[in-house]
């Protein structure tokens, strides 16, 4: 890595890794859950459920997050447990449907009815216990490991830093066509396949400035972005 690169991505960590930039973002959504007082199911169905909707324009996913909050009252693991859902096909998210938002609270209560967190759940099991997706193994599963990012990072300011039994330093990047386009750009992988290897290509490039905590790159990217689009 060049120095000036490296250099970059310290700066733009240091800078975006701050409250002020993500008012208006999924994780806004188990952070209001934490603010109000909510236990940690509800905060991990809020992450859930925000990590699921975390595609297309930021204004669009608050919205539709507001919405289920809405419907859930703001109690995610009251309306979870009680197997009461809206379930039909219209559509609360682009192409997700509350039948989709159904499957995903039943998949939860079972869940639940048997275990007290989400963090015991490794992203593969998670993939398919709690969203109800496939087995991919090369997957780079892009909401999982947002998700982990949220409840396992705990310096105390955007992350929650709840899940006290995952190690930071044992994150994935959030990878999506966007923070793809970002690293390649800055040189930080050469793969075409937006996979699992290349999320841990990235992460690894990371890990090389920040070994404990590999995902401050994730906003060194973020802040990457804002700059380029503002140039």
Not at 5 to 30: C, G, M
Not at 97 to 117: D, H, M, T
Not at 188 to 194: E, G, P, V, Y
Request: hydrophobic share 40%.
């Amino acid at each position: 890595m060049l120095p000036q690169t490296r250099q970059l991505l310290i700066d733009r960590a240091e800078k975006y890794n701050d409250p002020v930039w993500f008012a208006e973002d999924p994780i806004a959504f188990p952070r209001q859950i934490l603010e109000r007082g909510g236990s940690l199911q509800d905060i991990e169905i809020a992450a859930v459920f925000a990590a699921h909707f975390a595609w297309g324009r930021r204004a669009m996913i608050v919205r539709d997050c507001t919405r289920l909050m809405d419907e859930m009252q703001w109690r995610p693991a009251d309306y979870v447990m009680a197997g009461e859902w809206r379930d039909d096909d219209t559509s609360i998210h682009r192409t997700v449907k509350w039948s989709e938002v159904a499957r995903i609270c039943a998949n939860l209560r079972g869940f639940y009815l048997s275990q007290p967190s989400l963090e015991v759940l490794s992203p593969a099991q998670m993939r398919t216990r709690i969203y109800g997706q496939k087995e991919d193994p090369k997957a780079a599963n892009k909401k999982i490991n947002m998700l982990r990012r949220w409840m396992a990072r705990r310096d105390g300011k955007v992350d929650l830093g709840l899940w006290k039994n995952t190690d930071p330093a044992s994150l994935v990047i959030p990878l999506d066509v966007h923070v793809y386009n970002q690293a390649c750009e800055l040189g930080l992988t050469d793969r075409k396949a937006k996979d699992i290897t290349t999320a841990l290509q990235i992460t690894d490039v990371f890990r090389e400035i920040w070994p404990d905590d590999p995902l401050l790159g994730d906003f060194a990217l973020f802040g990457y972005g804002v700059t380029q689009r503002n140039a």
